[in-house]
């Protein structure tokens, strides 16, 4: 009890559990950003999008384990790989349900779901893949004497490389005008002479390989198993839906609001679990039913 | 459909008639499409003979039956209010639940196992209801229902004392049935009980969507602006299905935890939520009978799945996902309608 008590009051290790959580919501972040242009802004209700991040995961712990590659060589596998497959559901697949109803979208995401699950684990088992960081991104340091995981801080600057880069692209590329136009009126974006399937094929390659960088990223804290899909997809739902429709920014701005609350949460109340996640998310949507920024 | 002519100026015809004219015909077009049909007579006797001749597969049926009661239940609020919920699976668990603790803490006497735990659900229903109707946007009801079912499990994980958590409810004994019929090991009892209780929530469902209130809900369904502009309660109609719709998954979730005598963290999965949509998707939404119907042909396609590989069958159940979906839903439930048009067409 007189532990429980210090450590609540311990200002550095707050500030520790505040970076710790910021870095997992950065993560959560760059997982769900694709989705947030899918779900959020084209209005479509993918729940597979955790495989696109399973296959960065297992891409980049198979090529260590088995290939023997450096962990930075890896990455850019983890993120073409599900983008090459991203691109072709996307042409072959997902195109066709653009316009269907959403019990439709949810039924067949959910198969596929189902699908890249027991693939996985017919492929490569149902164990978890673990990876060995290398040296320097292992252990910590300090700094100002509050604690910092070297592979947490690692994780915020490159996310938050990845969320300017993208903020960037949405906001001030002709690319990021075309898809805004593509996605608020199609039909208006075509007669403009908009390539309106190429930009959303693109998008979503994008965003697929984007959550595959995340899994490669996350195989370390969020740790990377068959079920991963399954087990994350309320998180990048939880993300999109509590920040809003209107942009990456809402999403962002949620996706470090859940990172903080739920390592804070498994920190200080372990006892309630993902309970705290989840009651944060119906009480956001009961304050904010279009979520926090909305269109 | 008659609900055409009930309330869209199809009337106008009648304008020089008297009301109760109008009434007359709006009673004799509710009373055509409550009529019953040959077919649903012969889908309850089939049921029926069931029973007596199939005496090996009793447990399986009781399983079918349950999960076809289950996805009646969610036929109530998205084949004909449309609401697409991810977390139904909170009021089946709850439920079973319920009629476990019940059974261990109260009275062995199934039936009031079977009322509480549909009541409880039905609180939880009407309780959560109202945050359905916070947007009328099809994503933030599946989160909302989505977020409760996963509140729900997370709160059975963590309460060990009542729940006992991972490990299960231990000790749930159900006393026979009418202080007459004991629950067997073959599942006579059971599936007697769980098929006579689900052709009487049956009944009542029937009743309910052959009514006007009904109608009004499919009018919500397919136009919620427009169901409003004619008078339409649209909050309260939601509301009020959405609770009778928990109930009946109660009572599903109950039925469970009788007829197996075990309740474990499983009943609240997200399994749960997505098979019982596949059913109702398998059978067809919107005709009360795509729950039961999916039901079989689920329990079938499981049996052949785990056959061919048992440790993977999710797969196939994710590839007929999958397939349905592209094929198209209301392709697939118009098939055997056109099949036996095509046969009549020919013999003719």
Redesign the interface.
């Known amino acids: 009890m007189s532990t429980a008590t210090t450590t609540t009051r311990d200002p550095a290790l707050m500030l520790t559990i505040l970076i710790d959580g910021i870095a997992y919501g950065m993560l959560l972040f760059v997982l769900a950003s694709g989705l947030a242009v899918t779900?959020g802004l084209m209005?479509f209700?993918n729940l597979a999008h955790g495989a696109f991040a399973l296959m960065g995961g297992y891409a980049t712990a198979l090529l260590m384990n088995r290939a023997g590659l450096p962990f930075l060589a890896t990455l850019p596998f983890a993120f073409l790989v599900p983008a090459l497959i991203g691109a072709v559901a996307e042409r072959t697949?997902y195109v066709?349900?653009y316009r269907?109803p959403?019990?439709?979208q949810?039924?067949?995401s959910?198969?596929?779901?189902?699908?890249a699950?027991?693939?996985a684990?017919?492929l490569f088992g149902s164990q978890q893949q673990l990876i060995t960081l290398p040296a320097w991104l292992q252990g910590r340091f300090e700094l100002a004497g509050v604690a910092i995981g070297r592979y947490r801080a690692f994780l915020i600057l490159v996310c938050a490389a990845l969320v300017v880069g993208l903020q960037f692209v949405l906001t001030r590329t002709r690319f990021g005008a075309r898809l805004r136009a593509a996605v608020d009126d199609q039909r208006a974006a075509r007669g403009l002479g908009i390539n309106v399937g190429v930009i959303f094929a693109s998008t979503f390659a994008v965003g697929s390989g984007l959550a595959g960088l995340g899994g490669a990223l996350g195989v370390e804290i969020l740790g990377m198993d068959p079920t991963f899909p399954?087990k994350f997809m309320?998180y990048f739902?939880?993300v999109v839906?509590v920040g809003g429709t209107a942009g990456l920014t809402g999403p962002f701005l949620a996706a470090l609001i859940i990172g903080v609350a739920d390592v804070a949460g498994k920190y200080y109340a372990p006892?309630?679990?993902?309970?705290m996640i989840?009651?944060l998310?119906?009480v956001i949507?009961?304050l904010r039913?279009?979520g926090l920024i909305a269109r | 459909m008659s609900t055409r002519t009930a309330f869209s100026p199809g009337t106008v015809p009648l304008r020089g008639a008297a009301p109760t004219d109008l009434q007359a015909r709006a009673l004799r077009d509710l009373g055509r499409t409550g009529r019953w049909r040959p077919a649903e007579a012969l889908f309850w006797l089939a049921a029926l003979a069931s029973f007596f001749f199939l005496p090996d597969q009793h447990l399986l049926l009781t399983e079918v039956v349950i999960l076809g009661l289950f996805a009646l239940s969610l036929d109530l609020v998205?084949g004909y209010a449309g609401i697409?919920s991810?977390g139904h699976g909170a009021f089946f668990g709850l439920g079973a639940y319920v009629a476990g603790l019940v059974s261990i803490h109260l009275t062995g006497e199934p039936l009031t196992g079977l009322l509480l735990g549909g009541l409880a659900a039905g609180v939880l229903g009407f309780a959560t209801a109202p945050?359905l109707l916070?947007?009328a946007?099809?994503?933030?009801r599946?989160?909302?229902t989505?977020?409760?079912a996963?509140?729900l499990y997370?709160?059975a994980?963590?309460a060990a004392w009542l729940t006992g958590g991972a490990d299960g409810l231990q000790g749930v004994w159900i006393d026979p049935l009418f202080g007459r019929f004991e629950f067997d090991l073959f599942g006579t009892t059971a599936y007697g009980y769980a098929l006579a209780v689900t052709f009487l929530l049956f009944l009542i469902a029937r009743r309910i969507v052959t009514s006007p209130y009904g109608l009004s809900l499919r009018a919500i369904r397919d136009n919620a602006l427009r169901a409003n502009t004619i008078g339409v309660p649209v909050g309260r109609r939601l509301v009020a299905i959405y609770t009778l719709s928990a109930l009946y998954a109660g009572i599903a979730g109950a039925l469970l935890a009788q007829t197996t005598m075990f309740v474990s963290l499983d009943v609240l999965a997200?399994h749960r939520s997505?098979d019982v949509?596949?059913v109702l998707?398998l059978g067809g939404?919107g005709y009360l009978y795509g729950g039961l119907i999916g039901a079989i042909v689920f329990k079938l396609l499981q049996d052949v799945f785990s056959t061919i590989t048992p440790?993977?069958w999710?797969?196939w159940?994710?590839?007929?996902?999958?397939v349905?979906?592209?094929i198209g839903?209301d392709r697939i439930n118009a098939a055997p309608l056109a099949l036996w048009h095509r046969i009549r067409g020919g013999a003719k």
């Not at chain 1, 959910?110 to 699908?115: A, Q, T």
């Not at chain 2, 159940?317 to 999958?322: A, N, R, S």
């Open positions: 779900l209005n209700i697949l066709r349900l269907r959403h019990l439709d949810v039924l067949f959910i198969g596929l779901v189902f699908m699950v027991t693939a684990d017919w399954l309320v739902l939880i839906t006892e309630l679990g993902a309970f989840y009651l998310m119906i949507l009961i039913p279009q | 998205l697409v991810l945050l916070l947007r946007s099809d994503l933030t599946l989160m909302v989505l977020g409760i996963m509140l997370e709160a994980n963590k997200f997505a949509l596949l998707v939404v440790e993977y999710m797969f159940i994710g590839l007929v996902l999958v349905i979906v592209l839903r």
